[in-house]
């Protein structure tokens, strides 16, 4: 190839200059727009290249773009350092039709209290061919094809916008920026005068269920906000599947509700993302936006939460979505009202959430925190490991509250930790139960070892945890692992549900012979025993259990004996009248107290295994747990644990437990001796 002359340098020169003056005009135009100030002025326009030489991007961690042109490295935008004048950046989008090519502004300022911007929460997506190119400051970035959706919805046609995008806003690749931004994250959403909720491009499934959402809030308010599903018989024949759904009286209540869509606008990826918790709970004023249409968040999450066992039927997908939904509500209102969830108890909550980045289970909701949040602890870093950051809450958490909680969140057995962590260090990327006793703590009233302060300490590599307390009992009889499902919920009857029926109501009746006698007779104080250890004495929203419980128990134990034979009845009745429905129709003394019932074994023995002590006693214990590991009450701990020996005078933690009789400080007047025990 030839050498070019002067001519041709001239003339690029010259292009690269007009295109470089037509920008600087855009982005002062846009600036006297929203009144920017003066401040940070030399960061109006990136300088400086990404790379200093053309290269795959795909070796900086970037998914490479299909079917766009390769960009040389001129061409990419830069992020210029933020100074301490700035605070953040807005992304100023500017504006054009649904199909134009995206064109935005960054822009660095130094309060955020001075502009009217808005911010979006998001499911980033994945990558590996799922970018695209948009114009920003004249230069060239990549951002993912759900970013690049919600910036064409949100984008007006004859003005720009003010926003502010994690992903655009941050430089992603530096450390030591996004530790600092991530500090200020709950600040940018509580200073935004909304929170765009964008969960992607609309279905007409999606359709279906915001106008079933917006049908069941009319409902709430023509109710007086009394719309709730309870527990229900019968049958009724949804006319759009043809399917067969359980609680027949339910259906003049939801009237033109659609379950099924309902319940797969779950199953989208913004409900599990971890960072939305913090996004939303922090809004003053937020909007869920799905394609073209839209709903006040306030309204939706109510209908979501008023709706409760509708989604049962569809899985762990869409009731992880709903815990997610459960924990903003409880945060939102947490930080409005006098009380306030410690960062514990939010991390609890939130554990079946997602992020691509551990060390995110906590950063992203320790904002909402006001324990941490004035004592500054646990300050953003994302050079530390994943491990040292889960180990120093453990730490931080027992040394400021002098209680054992973190004992409580075991990760799940069937999941390798694959991780150096101790047993007494909760490994937030996976716990086994989101709902242990001790996040109830302000209800269940448990005090097993008599209101104690703890009487722990560490070793100083921190891997040992030293705790005194007293060994209680031990492990000799296991039953079988539980499988529950409720028989009062709104669920899709076929043979499948009716088999897990029939499981629920075996393991029940396996409990039952276990706490019998050899002579398989349950004395009136084994009935007691047995009641009170399946709801582990507390309701299902963990206040003690009343007495009539009692009564509440037996009669939903004859009920269950015969849920198969009811249902496949249900089953053939249903076929047999296509047009049919069938509601309260038959005398069923107590069927409105089975839901109590259900929903404390659903909420606490469901989630353990039920066994027989040494000492002939009942216990709800951890899944993970072993005949012959020990119960222990340890100091400072609300509730007993089970632990195992290592066979070297140390233990390693199974988890808490429920054991009947000593969970209000009665074993401290055992005679037995106070021990130290060597957690590993």
Known sequence: ???????????????????????????????????????????????????????????????????????????????????????????????????????????????????????????????????????????????????????????????????????????????????????????????????????????????????????????????????????????????????????????????????????????????RRTWVIQEVASARDAVVICGNESMKWEPFADVYMRLGDVTQFQGEVAHHSLENISAIENARRSRSGPLFMPLFHILVATSFSQCSDPRDKIYAVKGLAKDWEEKKGLETNYKISVETLFRAFAISDSNLNLNLRTLSCISEPTKSRNTPLPSWVPDWRNIENAHPFVRYSDRTKFRASGGMKAEAWHSHDQSILHVRGKWIDWVTVLGSEPTFTKSGAVFEINTDKITELSRSATWLQECEELASNRDRILTSGRQEQLWRTLTCGLTGDGFPAPQHYAEYFQKYMKFMAGSQERFTNYLAEAENSPNGIRGLTEAMNGFETHKYIEASIDRWSSKHRFCITNSGALACVPKATHNGDIICVLFGGEVPYVLRTTGTGRYFVVGECYLHGIMNGESLSYDTEIREFQLV
């Open 1 to 271: 190839m030839a050498n070019p002359n002067f001519s041709d340098f001239h003339n690029v020169a010259f292009q690269h200059l007009l295109v470089k003056e037509v920008a600087d005009h855009r982005l002062k135009v846009l600036l006297k727009h929203f009144s920017f100030s003066n401040e940070c002025l030399e960061e109006h326009l990136p300088s400086g290249e990404l790379f200093t030489k053309t290269e795959n991007r795909e070796q900086h961690g970037s998914p490479v773009i299909e079917n766009e042109e390769p960009l040389v490295s001129k061409d990419l935008f830069a992020y210029p350092t933020l100074t301490q004048a700035c605070t953040t950046r807005l992304l100023i989008l500017e504006p054009g039709s649904l199909q134009e090519d995206l064109k935005c502004q960054l822009k660095s300022v130094p309060r955020l209290g001075e502009h009217q911007y808005e911010a979006l929460s998001y499911f980033w997506g994945g990558g590996g061919g799922s970018g695209t190119i948009i114009e920003l400051s004249g230069k060239k970035i990549q951002i993912t094809a759900n970013c690049e959706a919600a910036l064409r919805r949100l984008r007006h046609e004859d003005e720009p916008r003010l926003l502010w995008v994690d992903a655009i806003c941050i430089d992603q690749s530096n450390d030591d920026e996004r530790s600092r931004q991530v500090e200020i994250m709950q600040k940018i959403y509580t200073g935004a005068k909304r929170v765009i909720i964008w969960l992607g491009e609309t279905s007409a499934q999606d359709s279906l269920a915001l106008s079933s959402l917006k049908h069941l809030k009319n409902q709430v308010d023509t109710t007086q906000g009394h719309l709730r599903l309870s527990a229900r018989l019968g049958w009724y024949r949804d006319k759009t599947s043809g399917k067969v759904f359980s609680g027949g009286a339910n259906k003049s209540i939801v009237g033109k509700a659609d379950y099924g869509h309902l319940v797969n606008l779950l199953r989208r990826e913004w409900f």
